[in-house]
Every structure is written in structure tokens, then in C-alpha cells.
């Protein structure tokens, strides 16, 4: 089945600095990559998703690039801010399948 | 409109004992999927609905995990005698699932704590 790795699985900015989180996928045939935000007793929230057929997708601050060949998705956050501290999961949808294959999460501390 | 609701938010069980979680999804929303999410970790897939038609269970970690949709709107799922592996925040999430659709939404999660 699909395995996807997310890293790191902590990291601080400073407010106002970029933030980057990188996934990897293992089914070549994976076609569809959203981003969750779930802040700390909340549910999931999605942020940004992009299709295979994309190679990139932006909304305001944040940014999704996915390479194809590498099998590699990437989440970018710029001018962060103190609400954006969350964990952040990546995740897969298999070609074939219906549901979503999660990465472990990304701890994101902004400090003030 | 009105987000996927469950209900209870938190249940507490006594090790042995049988629970039903409730799930109303977002309204008009075709699919429906059951995910475990334990401390520290990402969702992990558990049952799929395509209206009450359960698609997929390939999840479900042994057969005291049962998952209904009957009418194709509300979802239940029923873990019978309860271990304490168990304990872990259960997630429902909903998507309109026409063609090109895979967004899911989630709900606020029932954390379940067996003791």
C-alpha cells in the first residue's frame, strides 16, 4: 500500500520567516495531495491541495510544489505568524483508492 | 452550512465494554470514511461509505470494529468488547465525491480513553 514520509517532525520559526515541510509518497500512481492544519483537540482542517496534474499551487501565504519524477510534495509557508503554530500533516490519494494516506505530522512553533 | 458533526466528543470505557460513535456528515456529501488517529500520529484509514454502500474496510483493525450507514447520511461505528489498544481520537470525514472531488472534510473527532 501507499507509505508517506513527512519531515521534519518539529520545527521553530521566528515570525515572519518561511517555513517548509517535505513529503514523499511511494505510489507512483498517487494522484491528489492536500495539506491538513489540525491545531491542538481540533479536527483536521484543509489548507491547500494539489493534483498530479499540477506542478504547482499558491493561496496567499502558502504554497504546495509537487515533483512528479521525485515523488515529492512540499508545503511552503511564508511571512508566518503566531497563528499559524499547528501540526501539519501531509497526505496521498492512491489512483485507485478512495481514502487519504497520512505522514506522521509537523510540529510548526512560530515564536513571537 | 454545517460542518461533519460526532458525537460524543469523548467517551470513556471500562475495558470489556461496547461503544457507538456517531457521525453526521456534511449534507449532500456522497462518501464518508471512519480514520483512527492515535497521540502523536497522522489519521490511518479505517472503513469507507459511497452512500450506504460500505466500499472498503480494509482498515478496520479486527472484527470488533463494525462500521453502518443505512440510509446513507448518518454513520455509526461500533467497537464490541473494548482493549485499552483502542484508545485513540476516532475521525470522520466527508467529501461530495464527484468526479474530480476528493476533498474531505473532517469532524471534530470522538476521543475515546478505554480503562
Known amino acids: 500500500g501507499e507509505n508517506v514520509e513527512q519531515h521534519p517532525s518539529t520545527l521553530s520559526v521566528q515570525e515572519g520567516d518561511s517555513a517548509v515541510i517535505k513529503c514523499t509518497y511511494s505510489d507512483s500512481a498517487s494522484n491528489y495531495f492536500p495539506w491538513y492544519k489540525q491545531e491542538l483537540g481540533k479536527r483536521p482542517q484543509l489548507i491547500i491541495d494539489?493534483?498530479?496534474?499540477?506542478g504547482e499551487k499558491k493561496d496567499q501565504r502558502i504554497a504546495v510544489t509537487l515533483n512528479k519524477t521525485a515523488k515529492h510534495f512540499s508545503l511552503h509557508i511564508t511571512e508566518t505568524q503566531p497563528e499559524d503554530s499547528a501540526v501539519y500533516f501531509c497526505?496521498?490519494?492512491?489512483?485507485?483508492?478512495?481514502?487519504?494516506?497520512f505522514g506522521k505530522g509537523t510540529k510548526l512553533s512560530v515564536i513571537p | 452550512g454545517a460542518g461533519v458533526s460526532q458525537s460524543p466528543r469523548y467517551k470513556v470505557a471500562k475495558r470489556g465494554q461496547d461503544v457507538a460513535l456517531r457521525c453526521d456528515p456534511i449534507s449532500g456529501h456522497v462518501s464518508l470514511f471512519w480514520y483512527q488517529q492515535a497521540l502523536g500520529q497522522g489519521p490511518e484509514f479505517l472503513t469507507y461509505f459511497q452512500n450506504e454502500a460500505q466500499l472498503d474496510k480494509s482498515g478496520l483493525p479486527s472484527d470488533r470494529f463494525f462500521a453502518e450507514r443505512p440510509e446513507g447520511s448518518v454513520s455509526t461505528l461500533k467497537i464490541q468488547r473494548t482493549q485499552q489498544e483502542d484508545s485513540a481520537v476516532y475521525l470522520c470525514a466527508s467529501s461530495l465525491r464527484l468526479a474530480g472531488s476528493y476533498e474531505q472534510y473532517f469532524g471534530p473527532g470522538t476521543r475515546l480513553t478505554v480503562t
Open positions: 497526505a496521498s490519494k492512491g489512483a485507485g483508492s478512495y481514502q487519504l494516506t
Open positions: 494539489i493534483r498530479s496534474n499540477v
